[in-house]
């Protein structure tokens, strides 16, 4: 786990720093922010000491980049302006009161939920190819029924049909929802 503070040249880079080294976890204070940083890094720590201009929009466009999670640190409990990211799972507010409590547990659970969750993402990506190819594999076959043949000959068709061609069992529905294989 890679964790980057970005340097608000005050005690709670020094801070936050500790707080990761007693976790184990190694935490690296950049004076700036570079767009190779995105992707060596894990994680990346702002907080509200940091002069970086328009900030909140900085920090909105790394969360919807969706390459690292982004925490916040803040000495209030008011939201302000990132209320669009608040409930996204790559933007996490903490209150530097608290800190040493919700950093450490923060960084170890979220690694894990975010793995799990993109599996999650990648299962339902494949499940909706896979869902979308029955659709129109059950589109063919009706067009083949009306045109005299019974639903195992459709089925066996197809089947035949794309290996017969070298093309995936998609491609060849297409073609027939297309009308453009001859049976």
Known sequence: MRV?????????????????????????IKNKLTRNMLNLYDYIVFSYKNKIPNLPKLIESIVLERKMLVIYINNKTSIGSFYNILNDMYFIMLNEMSL??????????????????????IENTDL???????????KAKRILIKKGLSEDES???IQKKAMDLRITKRKLVNLIIENKIDI
């Open 100 to 121: 040493e409590i919700e950093l450490p547990i923060t960084l170890k659970t979220t690694t894990k939920y975010i793995k799990r969750i993109t599996q999650l993402q």
């Open 4 to 28: 980057i503070i970005i340097s608000s040249d005050g005690y709670l880079d020094k801070r936050i720093q500790r707080i990761l080294k007693q976790s184990g976890i190694n935490g690296d």
């Open 155 to 157: 089925h066996q068709f």
């Open 128 to 138: 909706s190819i896979r869902l979308t190819t029955l659709k129109l594999t059950n």
